[in-house]
């Protein structure tokens, strides 16, 4: 099976730096992409060049771009569609991945935003789930709840294909139209099991039809030879397995007792 259709602004334009995401725990730069008239244009790109990764003692170095890859091939051939089009090519700085800058909504801000919040435990109510209690700088006892969304859902289904290591709420969002967004795969498709998400709303509940479906079209779609060119043999033939067993099982899991189920941080 080919890759699917990405534009090809993101494949073959120049690309010029606008500036770094100083939050990012990676080298990750904003790019343009030149216009076919030198100019520089409206479309925009997250570059992580190999270069810029940090070295991890979990992760093989220099492996976390062919991961972001892995994710939006996932994504896509499952039909889930809420990874940006992200592909491998070379940059300023050398090889690295370049995916589609998404531009979040702005009433997505993660405090007080529609998906993800810390919110006061009277305040979680119907259309809120509960993820993990915490406290205030007084001692105030506070929540940290998601939306009870089903294209939140969505992507919490697909973090456990992934073995998403690192589903911070900062990794989430919305854009103008109000579709739900995934960001930052770089620690995702090892052979252990690492998942850590603020999306633990579900856990213990029946994954919806639309989700079933999606695991089957990707249990039918998956392209085991592309993705070796990514990650492992071990590493492919795990996700498949997780695909398959999610399938079976039926339901969201629950989070690991043996070990730490949240990102940090959270945002």
């Not at 940006?84 to 007080?112: C, F, K």
């Not at 993990?132 to 992507?155: C, F, I, S, T, Y």
Request: net charge negative; with cysteine; proline share 9%.
């Amino acid at each position: 099976m080919t890759d699917p259709p990405v534009p090809v602004w993101l494949a073959q334009a120049p690309m010029h730096v606008e500036g770094a995401l100083t939050e990012a725990s990676n080298l990750t730069l904003r790019v343009q992409f030149e216009e076919a008239d030198g100019s520089l244009g409206a479309h925009r790109g997250v570059y992580k060049p190999v270069r810029g990764e940090r070295p991890l003692r979990d992760f093989p170095s220099g492996t976390l771009a062919q991961r972001e890859v892995t994710a939006y091939l996932v994504s896509a051939w499952g039909g889930w569609d809420n990874v940006p089009p992200t592909i491998l090519r070379d940059g300023p700085l050398g090889p690295g991945s370049v995916q589609v800058w998404v531009e979040a909504s702005e009433h997505d801000d993660p405090h007080t935003g529609d998906l993800v919040r810390i919110m006061e435990p009277q305040d979680v109510h119907s259309g809120w789930l509960p993820v993990v209690q915490a406290e205030g700088r007084a001692g105030e006892p506070l929540v940290v709840a998601h939306a009870d969304d089903p294209d939140l859902a969505a992507l919490a289904v697909l973090d456990v294909v992934l073995n998403n290591a690192d589903r911070k709420a900062a990794h989430i969002a919305r854009d103008e139209n109000r579709a739900v967004w995934g960001f930052d795969h770089g620690l995702c498709g090892h052979q252990t099991p690492k998942l850590r998400t603020v999306l633990w709303g579900w856990a213990g509940e029946p994954l919806p039809a639309r989700e079933t479906a999606r695991l089957r079209l990707l249990l039918e779609r998956l392209d085991v030879a592309r993705l070796s060119d990514l990650l492992s043999d071990l590493e492919v033939s795990t996700l498949l397995a997780r695909a398959e067993a999610l399938l079976e099982d039926g339901v969201f899991p629950l989070p690991p007792y043996e070990r730490y189920p949240l990102p940090w941080p959270l945002w």
